[in-house]
């Protein structure tokens, strides 16, 4: 090997310009916003004592909580379903499932609000079908509630949930179920017993990333919600945009953070990064 | 050879959950045909009026060019400081590297909302300083896109970089190659196509990006998606539902290109 100096220097202007532009642009900045947090409208620990003891933010933390824990449960089981055919399925129905996770995934996330929209409101597709075929007389509320904002966040996350789950399956080793199958378990029974148990880690990393997504949603909760069901993320922009309270903007944010930043030790302490992909 | 296959149980589940991603895109095409000026189901005729007022009406053309604009700006900058850290990390293999790494990709796992106000602090402060590169100028929404879409062009060309073979570098080295040539003759040319997806996929965040965009702008810079938004969020216009169709069958179409491309390079 060839002068360890002259190969310092070249990594070190080759790696210099990305990590200076996000020291600059991301660390630096996100520093000002912990400032933010200590020090608007008055310094000292004023915002932080606000997030423990007000009613608005506490239920807006309690509501995004939920929300997550609904949105991962119902996004993991069916993405679960999907991701089975998608990696054990025949050639065409591998390609099929592929397309249904595919597209979604790449259409951005306002055109796939705006379709739960035009399906969910009172004069959407449901609705008025329901009441030409005059099941029901009123039109239902779909949107603009909890439910609405869980719908179209699930659609939002299956792709996501998906990715881990497919790695998992991939690399589960066939001949099991095979010989489970050959020693007559049913395919329920080979399914729950030896299936699932060996996607585990899969379903613990397609789990924990849906969490974690759902924590910082904004769009989706803010078009489906209207503004009723507010989470965390709607609730520090309206901070910074509606009641100019940066501070509290900022300290909501950097509890977000630090919340987010545990949850994911707790799962690289379980998954190993590349079980993700 | 046996295979274990999904059972009818698991199929049914799954074409459930298939009919559940793709119904929303669905529904926004008969939206879309609608006559009325409100968003309803089109009842009898149908109409290209929403169409048409995607054409007639400057502000829609006005985003989607600035959106491009923006695109193609943050995803050079995001492809170069991408390509530039990448091949570092791939040719010196410093110590300390999952470090560097685990810092480039925060603002992939930070939360976006979490970025948008850390860049909106950063476009402010640069606002107090210069009025054509902070909040709502077009190069700062360029310069924020890149923070965000510049994890995902990283993880892109360093994947590429993986399935690199090492000794194609490694005897350009021993015959006396430059780190230069190295680089730009020997292993860019074998992650072309990382490279140029890195790109492509960064222009497309880019594109689609609203989280942070909103925080960003207010009346100047009106990109695509925050036009969308003004529209779905105050009086729901019938010509998004439009675009959302031109939006979905642009996506249909480069997806089934590339399966078709990935199929054929498989293939040789």
Request: charged fraction near 10%.
């Given at each position: ?24 642009a ?14 608007l409208?008055t ?77 969910l ?32 966040m699930?659609?939002f996350?299956i ?8 790695s ?107 079980q993700?992909? | ?25 669905l ?7 609608t006559?009325?000026?409100m ?13 048409r ?49 685990g ?13 948008a106000v ?96 909103l ?49 054929q390079?498989?293939?040789?």
């Amino acid at each position: 090997m060839r002068g360890t100096l002259s190969d310092r220097m070249g990594a070190a202007l080759l790696m210099a310009p990305l990590l200076l532009f996000l020291v600059l642009a991301y660390a630096w900045p996100f520093l000002g916003v912990v400032k933010w947090s200590f020090t608007l409208p008055t310094p000292g620990l004023g915002q932080y004592h606000a997030l423990l003891t007000d009613d608005l933010v506490q239920s807006v933390f309690i509501r995004t909580l939920r929300i997550a824990a609904i949105v991962t449960v119902v996004s993991v089981t069916a993405a679960y379903a999907i991701t089975v055919v998608w990696v054990r399925g025949s050639p065409v129905q591998r390609v099929l499932a592929e397309f249904c996770i595919l597209v979604p995934f790449w259409i951005s996330v306002l055109t796939r609000a705006f379709g739960w929209v035009a399906l969910l409101s009172n004069r959407g597709l449901i609705n008025t079908w329901l009441q030409s075929i005059g099941f029901i007389s009123e039109p239902l509320t779909l949107v603009r509630n909890e439910f609405g904002v869980i719908v179209g966040m699930s659609h939002f996350l299956i792709p996501f949930a998906v990715f881990p789950l497919a790695s998992a399956m991939r690399s589960l080793d066939e001949r099991v179920l095979l010989a489970a199958r050959g020693l007559g378990s049913s395919r329920m029974r080979t399914f729950w017993t030896v299936f699932v148990p060996m996607t585990r880690s899969g379903i613990i990393g397609s789990a924990m990333i849906t969490f974690v997504f759902s924590l910082g949603f904004f769009v989706t909760p803010a078009i489906l919600g209207g503004g009723r069901s507010v989470m965390i993320a709607e609730l520090i922009y309206l901070r910074i945009f509606q009641s100019p309270d940066w501070g509290l903007g900022a300290a909501i944010s950097v509890v977000l953070v630090v919340f987010v930043g545990a949850l994911m030790a707790l799962l690289f302490r379980y998954v190993k990064p590349k079980q993700l992909v | 050879m046996p295979t274990y296959r999904p059972g009818p149980v698991s199929l049914a589940l799954a074409v459930l959950v298939a009919l559940f991603l793709l119904l929303p895109l669905l529904a926004v095409v008969p939206v879309s045909l609608t006559p009325s000026r409100m968003l309803t189901m089109p009842t009898g005729e149908l109409s290209l009026r929403h169409y048409r007022s995607l054409i007639e009406d400057p502000r829609w053309l006005e985003s989607i060019l600035l959106s491009i604009r923006i695109g193609v700006v943050s995803s050079a900058l995001s492809t170069v400081l991408a390509l530039t850290f990448s091949l570092g990390v791939w040719m010196f293999q410093p110590r300390f590297t999952a470090a560097l790494v685990g810092f480039v990709l925060l603002p992939m796992v930070v939360p976006p909302v979490v970025s948008a106000v850390t860049l909106y602090f950063l476009l402010t402060s640069i606002s107090g300083i210069s009025s054509f590169f902070g909040y709502d100028t077009w190069l700062g929404v360029a310069m924020a896109h890149s923070v965000m879409t510049v994890p995902f062009a990283t993880v892109l060309i360093l994947v590429s970089l993986s399935q690199l073979d090492r000794r194609i570098d490694l005897a350009a080295r021993g015959l006396g190659a430059s780190v230069w040539e190295r680089a730009t003759r020997v292993i860019m040319p074998n992650i072309k196509f990382g490279i140029v997806t890195a790109a492509l996929l960064s222009f497309v965040l880019s594109w689609e990006e609203i989280g942070v965009t909103l925080f960003i702008t207010s009346v100047n810079a009106i990109t695509l998606p925050r036009l969308m938004w003004m529209g779905l969020r105050d009086n729901i216009d019938p010509a998004i539902a439009a675009l959302s169709v031109i939006l979905i069958i642009i996506t249909v179409l480069v997806l089934a290109v590339r399966s078709v491309i990935t199929r054929q390079r498989s293939g040789r």
